[in-house]
Nanobody, 128 residues
Framework: QVQLDESGGGSVQPGGSLTLSCVPS?????????MGWFRQAPGKEREWVAS????????DYSDSVNGRFTIAQDNEKNTIYLHLNSLKPEDTAKYYC????????????????????WGQGTQVTVSS
């Protein structure tokens, strides 16, 4: 069983920045070779935001955050980050870290991976 510990949410003004952190309870493991961030706003379905393949380090982003958010990993700290820049009110949501196995044949990427482990979420509010 993998536990994911998220932190870093908060309230910021439009145009501001935040960094979210996610620490899996285990290091490099088959169950955590794909790491991702999702978000869910009130009244909306949960949506994929970004993913990173921990071996290839290839990243993918949803169109709504591409160019503003960056997913990164620090293997020494066993931490996955989501850097949120140029935040907009529509980015307001609860953000969830997720982990899952890498599926071969996906060109080294984790976009569309089956994320089976989830954190409790951290709230991001963007408001003036």
């Amino acid at each position: 069983q993998v536990q994911l510990d998220e932190s870093g949410g908060g309230s910021v003004q439009p145009g501001g920045s935040l960094t979210l952190s996610c620490v899996p309870s285990i290091g490099f493991h088959a169950s955590t070779l794909c790491m991702g961030w999702f978000r869910q706003a009130p009244g909306k379905e949960r949506e994929w935001v970004a993913s990173i393949a921990r071996v290839s380090t290839l990243t993918d982003y949803s169109d709504s955050v591409n160019g503003r958010f960056t997913i990164a990993q620090d293997n020494e700290k066993n931490t996955i980050y989501l850097h949120l820049n140029s935040l907009k009110p529509e980015d307001t949501a609860k953000y969830y870290c997720a982990a899952g196995p890498y599926k071969s044949g996906n060109d080294g990427r984790c976009r569309g991976a089956e994320f089976g482990y989830w954190g409790q979420g951290t709230q991001v509010t963007v408001s003036s």
